[in-house]
Structure formats: C-alpha cells, structure tokens
C-alpha cells in the first residue's frame, strides 16, 4: 500500500517556474515506479512524465520535453516535478501516481494516486 501527497502547486506567471513534490508513504515506495500527470477541465487525464523505479530512466510527454525534469528521492520517499518555462496550457490539476511497471504512460497502468495539486499559468 502507498499513500500520495502532493504540494507545491500554485499561482505563476507564464515563463515561470514550480516545483511539485509529491510524499510517499509506505516501506514499498522504493518498488514503484513513479508518474506525474495533469487534468484539465473539461478534459482527460494525460501523462506528463515518469521514473522508474531507481530514478535512472525517465519519459516525458512531448508537451513537456525540454521544460519538465523528474526526479526522485527514495530515501526520501519523494517524487519531483520540476517545471519551467510555463505555459498557460500547462494550466491543470497535477496528481502524482505509483505503478508497479515501468515505464507505463496510461492511468489505467497506475495502482495508487494522490489528491492532486492545482497548478494555474496565467499570461
């Protein structure tokens, strides 16, 4: 079982830049891999990034290459998002989500998901 929280969302101008951290909890964390994905209203959940299991291989959207860097910490028990060069289409609702695959980019391939963090880019 792990349990997800993320913060660090918030209000930011276009050009900008946030960091998204997202708190694991559970001895397991270590095992999965971790993803990043973002909602808009009216829209799908879409996948922006992911790390496996060790931080070592990292996939990202097209959207988001070249802007968004994931990381994570295991000893920590922490997953990042780093964004820059925001957009005001970067504008959603980002949740953080563990998978016991690697490298998987559809929610449907996630077992656990945290609440969500609000990210809005205004221009």
């Known amino acids: 079982q792990v349990q997800l929280v993320e913060s660090g969302g918030g209000l930011v101008q276009a050009g900008g830049s946030l960091r998204l951290s997202c708190a694991a909890s559970?001895?397991?964390?270590?095992?999965?891999?971790m993803g990043w994905f973002r909602q808009a209203p009216g829209k799908e959940r879409e996948f922006v990034a992911a790390?496996?299991?060790?931080?070592?291989?990292?996939v990202y959207a097209d959207s988001v290459k070249g802007r968004f860097t994931i990381s994570r910490g295991n000893a920590k028990n922490t997953v990042y998002l780093q964004m820059n060069s925001l957009k005001p289409e970067d504008t959603a609702v980002y949740y953080c989500?563990?998978?016991?695959?690697?490298?998987?980019?559809?929610?449907?391939?996630?077992?656990?998901w945290g609440q969500g963090t609000q990210v809005t880019v205004y221009s």
């Open positions: 559970g001895r397991t964390f270590s095992r999965y891999a």
């Open positions: 989500a563990a998978s016991a695959i690697p490298g998987v980019l559809r929610p449907r391939d996630y077992d656990y």
């Open positions: 790390v496996n299991w060790s931080g070592g291989s990292t």
